[in-house]
């Protein structure tokens, strides 16, 4: 896995939720040269992809003749966070030519999934994501100091971790208490 900074993870953990994986917006504390490294360094790692924007997608560049290019996170930025890639995003955001057009031919898309059945997805074994469900699994579960510490994390990274990839898009019952003497522990129950 590639070594991330607190921001890039935010940044990809933010796209990999979202259905069309948009990078954009990025943080608002990210402006100018310092959103253009992120990006820069991002791409090079080949975790994000320009593609052509679509209609009410948000513009990265324009490139002329009213058209935009916007960022996307690519199959290679799921696997870095941990996460197996679907088939492909709900946004078709392949970037290629081949998939222009397409969507007038394709049937009627089968009716939406009720938001209580959470897609699923697997886990690549050693990751860290696993890694992490293994510690919450402990019948003693994990603080957030414990976890800080397993991963070199910031804290505010595993909360995001563990409500961003954990709870909303893995659908895991993670619940937490405080534990005298060692804090807010948190648990997944099997």
């Known amino acids: 896995m590639p070594r991330l900074s ?26 100018g040269g310092a959103a253009a490294k992120v990006v820069e360094s991002l791409a090079a790692k080949g975790l994000i992809a320009e593609v052509d924007a679509k209609r009410g997608d948000p513009i990265w ?6 058209h935009g290019i916007t960022l996307v996170a690519t199959d290679a930025a799921l696997e870095a966070l941990g996460i197996e890639p679907d088939d492909a995003p709900a946004g078709g955001t392949a970037g290629t030519d081949e998939t222009a057009g ?21 886990t690549r074994e050693g990751s860290k994501q696993a890694q992490l469900i293994g ?13 800080v510490a397993a991963f070199g994390w910031q804290a505010h990274t595993v909360r995001g971790a563990i409500a961003g990839a ?4 893995r659908g895991l019952d993670v619940t937490s208490g405080k534990v005298e003497g060692r804090g807010r522990v948190y648990r997944i129950a099997d």
């Not at 560049?61 to 009213?66: C, I, K, L, N, T």
């Not at 939406?112 to 897609?119: F, L």
């Not at 510690?135 to 976890?147: D, Q, T, V």
């Not at 954990?166 to 898009?169: A, F, H, M, S, T």
């Open 6 to 31: 607190d921001t890039q993870l935010v940044i990809l953990s933010a796209a990999c939720q979202r259905d069309d994986r948009l990078i954009l917006p990025l943080p608002d504390r990210l402006k």
């Open 61 to 66: 560049r324009e490139v002329g003749d009213g």
């Open 102 to 122: 397409t969507e007038a031919k394709e049937p009627a898309e089968p009716a939406p999934v009720p938001p209580t059945a959470a897609p699923a997805r697997k």
């Open 135 to 147: 510690m919450l699994k402990r019948p003693e579960g994990a603080s957030i100091e414990e976890i």
């Open 166 to 169: 954990l709870k909303k898009k």
